[in-house]
């Protein structure tokens, strides 16, 4: 099928780098899978099926087993795995909705077999593989995604190129790493039908997936989950391409974590790298992102909980406990179950082990640790050196502690069947998970759930007790584990001795605990919740305009009400030059001028267009700020007939020889007595921020500050002065980076409506409104102005043209991009102005009296 997106997109994403060149080109594009049962030669191939209900799971294995069967057609026999996630979480899906799978094989197929096993595939499990050439794969997976991602997402910085298992950025692997990517994208574009289908996405194999799958289709509707950690942003900014990487995630619509330190250390990246702030409502956390909610889901993944019912009452497993029960008679059977990775803790486990056996000599010939190595799914010198250190710590301990028939130390180096783990987990008094970092680790899970229903076990048997190490994902769940910090040696001795030693009905209280838990927060639930949210955080895609902006992975959807578009200078110019009576509202900070610009006074061709506006007769211009009254009027001093309303309205003047008017509705201003107190405290304790004393108010900012220490400082100012002004005639906002304390009354919407007021019983009532502005306190105004034109006893207003500045969510129903884009809309007005002496009559009436 031919792809829809851009046939440079890599190179776009790379630059002009050179070792584009050099990394792996993809194969032709594969074909769709009608031609793929034609070059098959199956003549029966169905007919197209009535479309219905579909979830894509995209993970980087398909959940399949392949074994040699040189009687089948392609030379494989497939079946399930049914130990597979992405398998498992089939059971909380719709029962209604057909489930496809995307993914690759873990056998390598011969490219003159691809058609036939993605027919097979696709016929007999609705999988659709994808098939990566070997050196491209080994690149992506064994260089980028295991030898550089997955070590840094565990923190393991790669300080040099022989540091333990991390890699230096290198960018040919990550250019693997998109083509791989791309891939995936290709494929599953093929079967996609993106108005109805939803996406579900898992872990950081496939990171830049989103960003492919969007800019084939901006109304996809796309789930991504993490199964690794999330590093703190400390970490994840020594990424070289780690706006790339994040603006890919933004590209899904939900993205979800096992804990919550993961998404906050997400959340915090998107906001000192990109300049994003979240909201939490109603439960669910939101980042605004050109117009979409991208929400960010907290839940751990849980178990198959009718599986471990199974294997836990096979008979294979039935008795094989009774084999380990008569073996380790006697003996209090300790079990470690962990992956050959850097990051299990193996190591300093036995060493933990070799300190308990030593302190307590009592625990000399009947405690045993079983620890049971999984194959490593990596390759590398790292893998090698824990093997060699496992080893060697295990050789030390049995040689010094052991006896004749008594080993304290089991090491199991092979694969282990599935039955024979669960017996093993049915018989330990004791699980102990010390990984130094580990996304979730279900082993605490699975030794509960088959400590609970082994039936080989005596009721009275039906406890346990678990150490687990506090940097595992799934350690805020287990509430009744005994949490240990897996570098203290010495503490996680003393932990495996009070797991040995606590006393029966502690366990069994500890035990119950955890299986209530474990099983109403199963796999199906997971997936039922994670499918629920993806839903929901989709359900307006249909009632938003879309369209994609950026090039490579920057690339990103601007999402927008039907209603809300961009103000052309050709559309607000006819308007203009059709009306006599206009009112122009604009804003400064921010719309005027950048919020970025260091001097903040207006340049030369700021002064130069609004005399320009000024100028004409017609118009009545008023600039509507926050700032002061005594600034204000210096920098706009050039402008006679320029309108200024100050401090959000509280100081009013008509023209530059007018007097300053206060509104005068707080003669008051002892709670300021009270307010400054509290704000320099916060602002002593926060680098960065200031105080910034107005007549009528006060107000803090914290931009220059820490972006997380900065809000979570705003937060805490804010609910204090609530608490200590709640008798005073104030109000107290947050603006953007600011906390604002204004006597009550006093908004940028009050200026509106006197203005359009004073207009009306002037006799001039405005047939054109234009006004622009960019932050929070100018809703306001454009709410003000909603609200005046939807009243049936005010004149109607021709033309109205309400502007936020920025492609955000407002309640304006234009937008401009930016002030370079202000400036010029304003700069057209004024070119359009038809130039005519000023009329005597021209509005000099008083602000206060209109009020």
Known sequence: MPSFSSANLLELAAGD???????????????????????????????????????????????????????????????????????????????????????????????????????????????????????????????????????????????????????????????????????????????????????????????????FLRRRSPRVKLGFFLHSPFPSSEIFRTIPVREELLRALLNADLVGFHTFDYARHFLSSCSRLLGLDYQSK?????????????????????????????????????????????????????????????????????????????????????????????????????????????????????????????????????????????????????????PVRDGMNLVPYQYTVCRQQSPALAEASKKSIIVVSEFVGCSPSLSGAIRVNPWNVNAVAEAINLAITMPETEKQLRHEKHYKYVSSHDVAYWAKSFDLDLQRACKDHFHRRCWGIGFGMSFRVVALAPSFRKLSVEHIASAYQKTNSRLILLDYDGTMMPQSSIDKKPSSEVISVLNGLCSDPKNVVFLVSGRGKDELGKWFAPCEKLGISAEHGYFTRWSKDAPWESCMLAADFDWKKIAEPVMRLYMEATDGSSIEPKESGLVWHHQEADPDFGSWQAKELLDHLENVLANEPVAVKRGQHIVEVNPQGISKGKVVENLLATMLNTGKPPDFVLCIGDDRSDEDMFESISSYTNNPSHPAI?????????????????????????????????????????????????????L
Not at 100 to 119: E, I, K, R
Not at 299 to 325: C, N, R, W, Y
Request: with cysteine; glycine share 6%; hydrophobic share 40%.
């Open 17 to 211: 780098d050179s070792d584009f060149a050099a990394s792996p080109r993809r194969p032709p594009i594969l074909p769709r899978l009608m031609a793929d049962a034609a070059a098959t030669g199956i003549d029966d191939a169905p007919a197209s099926p009535v479309h219905r209900e579909r979830r894509i799971i995209v993970t980087h294995r398909l959940p399949l087993r392949a074994a040699p069967d040189p009687s089948a057609a392609c030379g494989f026999a497939f079946s399930w795995d049914h130990d597979a996630v992405a398998l498992q979480l089939r059971s909380g899906l719709p029962p209604t909705a057909e489930v496809m799978h995307v993914g690759t094989l873990a056998t390598p197929v011969d490219p003159a077999q691809h058609a036939a096993v993605s027919w097979i595939l696709y016929d007999r499990f609705r999988c659709l593989p994808v098939f990566i050439p070997a050196d491209l794969h080994r690149r992506f997976y064994h260089g980028f995604c295991k030898h550089y991602l997955w070590p840094l997402f565990h923190y393991l910085l790669p300080l040099s190129p022989s540091s333990l298992g991390g890699l230096p950025f290198d960018r040919s692997l990550w250019l693997s790493y998109l083509s791989a990517n791309k891939l995936f994208a290709d494929r599953l574009i093929e079967l996609l039908n993106p108005d109805d289908d939803l996406v579900w996405i898992h872990d950081y194999h496939l990171l830049a997936l989103p960003t």
């Open 282 to 434: 109603r439960g669910y956390i939101g980042i605004e992102y050109y117009g979409r909610t991208v929400t960010v889901k907290i839940l751990p993944v849980g178990i198959d909980m009718g599986q471990h019912e199974f294997v836990i009452s096979s008979p294979e497993t039935t008795a094989k406990v009774q084999e380990l029960q008569a073996k380790y008679k006697d003996k209090i059977l300790m079990l470690g179950v962990d992956d050959v990775d850097l990051f299990k803790g193996i190591g300093m486990k036995l060493l933990a082990v070799e300190q308990l056996l030593e302190e307590h000599p009592r625990l000399r010939g009947r405690a045993v640790m079983v620890q049971i190595a999984n194959p490593a799914r990596s390759e590398g010198k790292d893998v090698q050196e824990v093997r060699d250190e496992v080893e060697s710590i295990s050789k030390r301990i049995n040689e010094r502690f052991g006896r004749p028939g008594y080993e304290p130390i089991v090491m199991i180096n092979r694969t282990v069947q599935t039955y024979e783990k669960a017996a093993f987990y049915a018989v330990a008094e004791c699980c102990v998970v010390n």
């Open 798 to 850: 021709a033309e109205v043209f309400a502007c936020t500045v920025g492609q955000k969510p407002s309640k304006a129903k234009y937008y401009l991009d930016d002030t370079v884009d202000v400036i010029k809309m304003l700069q057209g007005l004024a070119n359009a102005s038809a130039v005519q002496p000023p009329r005597p009559t021209q509005l000099q009436v008083s602000f206060e009296g209109s």
